[in-house]
């Protein structure tokens, strides 16, 4: 039977301010320790790490005892007695046992069977065995189930030195021999060739468990612990020698300076190899950060997601070569120019900055725009994420286009933000979402990929001609060019680029002169309908049954194989195919649309040959040098989800030129119909024969 230990309540003298532990698996950091008025005994104030956790702020009935270092939780403290047990703290070599072995319960396993008795004694006899009786036994039918091949399976789990990813969060550990390690006699203290010798055997005299234990580790997972300095992280990462990754989210660190002895085994070989660190949820200061990340030349992934920071302080900061992606989500940033201190990092090219409060690209009274971001940072970093900020105007977009901020930028995200939740044009007129997706790729001319939806040619061509719509819309309706234009920075290269000439085609209008133009409303229902007209080619007419069609008027109405409909451009392929098999009496899903354009699509020039009956050369003095076949372009409208908006948005718009445009589209057989009648063609020629 194993030894029974009891819990000896612990003095308060035994806590001290800054103490890490956990109460039923709840973190928190001892604030203050002694009396409390208005109450008897002694009090420990904690502040958790959860700030839902707490109930006051470190003030109690109008004295102040403490107060909480959390931004996000004010009132994250609370009041426990001493004499309250807290949960067990553990070596990071017992924790990963205990996470990995089973049946380990580490030294004080009796008292964790007295704690909780879900866990089953190390050691049980063959009289409490037979006691149990069925109560021990897995039974399925009455038959009782036995364990064949589990205790390999236990070995095999049990050699932790094949592990490369050791995940020991949230598990109490702690590592208080490396907050006491000796100053004395320090290394860096000696001179020349003496010095490398005691250094050397200073590191010989440091514990080599963990190295013992998992040597092999790759990636290790820390969060969520009872570590209290970061000296103790480091003694536990030394000892690893093929550690790349390394988490240690939401671990507080009351103090951070290390003696140079510490540092210089931070500098060394394994531990300057590590490629991606997180420090989410850690509160630690920036030149903290800078202090720990100094030495991590090859660091590539960065992460310091919801630490309370502001503004980032530009000096001094660390120079990481190799640093391509950092994460600097739920902050408090307020704008992008707070950011600035990441121009040291030359190649840094993904910053997320999700769930911040940037609402602005410069801070207030930042006026010097062009020196917002230096060269480098301009153009090395190419993907952004602003999610779920507070960007509500359209001239952020625009801004972020600007050459003298993000010159290389080709990936954004800005969904969820007020400009997309509530979108409005530049004139304050509402708009869709699809239509706020739309006007962020106009606005960006060299965006590749918006909310992790590619931007094709197709697309941008959509956008850019109905961005420019708006634009001559609004210039309509101004009395001002100018006042309209600065709105619009992307107005003059767009005309350049589709040869529209700014001042002489869209000019502002007085208002008199709109009452004699036949208009839309630019959100009116009408401006996103397409008016396409289809036709049935000869073989499908066939097949089909003549409709009665009153889009010709009410006096030229008649029987016929065309139809011409007004349709919104949201419509799906596949639907219009229905309809139109609906209203022939086809099957749609063996119909296929064909877009006539007006486009001349030149053929390639073949070589002349003699005709065999006359012996002359064709003449092709009717076609273009260097071609032989002169038609128009036909392109097939493939029957997937995507809209009629993909292929006509540029025949939809708020004018009467726009809206009296008629597309023409040729209904036949699709590949899989044609398939099916030369098969139906052969069954009955054999059966004929037959």
Known sequence: MAEELEYKTMELDEFYVGQRLSYEGNICTVRYKGPVDGTKGDWLGVEWDDPSRGKHSGNHHGIEYFTCVNPYGPKAASFVRPTRRPDTAWSFVEALKRKYWTGYHGQSRSLEVAENERLAPLVVSADEKSKAGDEMSIRISGKEVEEVGFENVRRQLANLAKYTIAIVDTSCVHRPDARSMSLDNDPDATSNASEQFAFDEYLESLSSDVQD?????????????????????????????????????????????????????FFRAPFNCLTSLSLDDTLIEWHNVMQIVGPLELLETLSLCGNGYKTLPTTPTAFLPS??????????????????????????????????????????????????????FQQSVEGLDLSSNAISSWSFASALD????FQGLKFLRLNNNPVYDHPCASDGSPLDSDDAYVMTVARLARLERLNFSPVGSKERFNAENWYLSQI???????PGIGDVLSQHPRYDSLCAKYGIDPYTTTPALPR??????????????????????????????GHAQPRFNRSRGRNEAEWGYELQLRLPL???????????????????????????????????????QEDEDTGKSPDSSNHDEGFDVVRYREETLTPTTRSLETWFMEFSGDDEEASMKVVDV?????????????RLQTGLGSGEEG
Not at 581 to 600: A, C, I, P, S, Y
Request: charged share 25%.
């Open 323 to 376: 640093l391509n992606t950092i994460r600097l989500n739920r902050n408090l940033f307020a704008s992008l120019s707070d950011v600035c201190a990441l121009c040291c990092f030359p190649k840094l090219a993904a910053l997320e900055l999700k769930s911040n409060e940037i609402a602005n690209i410069t801070a207030e009274g930042y006026t010097d725009a062009k020196s917002l971001l230096p060269d480098t």
């Open 666 to 678: 040729r209904v036949e057989s699709s590949e899989v119909d044609v398939e099916r009648r030369k």
């Open 472 to 478: 001559h819309a609004q210039l309509r309706l101004s």
């Open 570 to 608: 949201c419509l799906q392929i596949s639907t219009v195919l229905g309809y139109i098999g609906q209203f022939f009496k086809l099957q749609g899903e063996l119909l296929r649309l064909v877009w006539e354009t007006k486009d001349v699509d030149l053929g390639p020039k073949r070589v002349d």
């Open 512 to 541: 008199h002169h709109l009452q004699h133009q036949t208009r839309l409303k630019p959100n009116s229902v009408a401006v996103r309908l397409v008016r396409l007209r289809f036709h049935l080619d000869e073989q499908t007419a």
């Open 402 to 405: 600007n050459p003298h901020n």
């Open 213 to 265: 234990t998992c040597p092999n580790t790759i990636e290790l997972d820390l969060s969520r612990n009872l570590f209290e300095e970061f000296m103790e992280i480091v003694d536990i990462c030394r000892q690893l020698p093929k550690l790349r990754t390394l988490w240690l989210d939401g671990n507080r660190f009351k103090a951070f300076s290390m003696p140079s002895r510490m540092l210089r085994v």
